[in-house]
Nanobody, 118 residues
Framework: VHLQASGGGLVQAGGSLRLSCAAS????????MGWYRQAPGKQREFVAR???????NYADSVKGRFTISRDNAKNTVYLQVNSLKPEDTAVYYC?????????????WGQGTQVTVSS
């Protein structure tokens, strides 16, 4: 399984980006898909998650500004990030849970850098 994240960049405060993460592999049975982020000197933190039934869940710090969605036909999860703040600067990692029988396997993407200037 390979996760390819893209869409990061440098934006001014108040700007927007759309992050994408595509999962590839054979016979993928995707469960939850989501995003985490890690700022310099800080631990990786949860940002948003979406279930296989497209039920979203957000960290309090991003509610109302970020929107997670998924396209099951494309095995892709998206994160629309609006009203960006300098404190949103981080490497954003996608996270995917894949069902294999009764097991759940976790996979991480390589990360995409989001930098917000003030």
């Amino acid at each position: 399984v390979h996760l390819q994240a893209s869409g990061g960049g440098l934006v001014q405060a108040g700007g927007s980006l759309r992050l994408s993460c595509a999962a590839s592999g054979s016979s993928l049975d995707l469960d939850d898909m989501g995003w985490y982020r890690q700022a310099p000197g800080k631990q990786r933190e949860f940002v948003a998650r979406i279930t296989s039934d497209s039920v979203p869940n957000y960290a309090d710090s991003v509610k109302g500004r970020f929107t997670i969605s998924r396209d099951n036909a494309k095995n892709t999860v998206y994160l629309q990030v609006n009203s960006l703040k300098p404190e949103d600067t981080a490497v954003y990692y996608c996270h995917v849970v894949i069902r294999v029988g009764q097991e759940r396997h976790n996979y991480w993407g390589q990360g995409t850098q989001v930098t917000v200037s003030s």
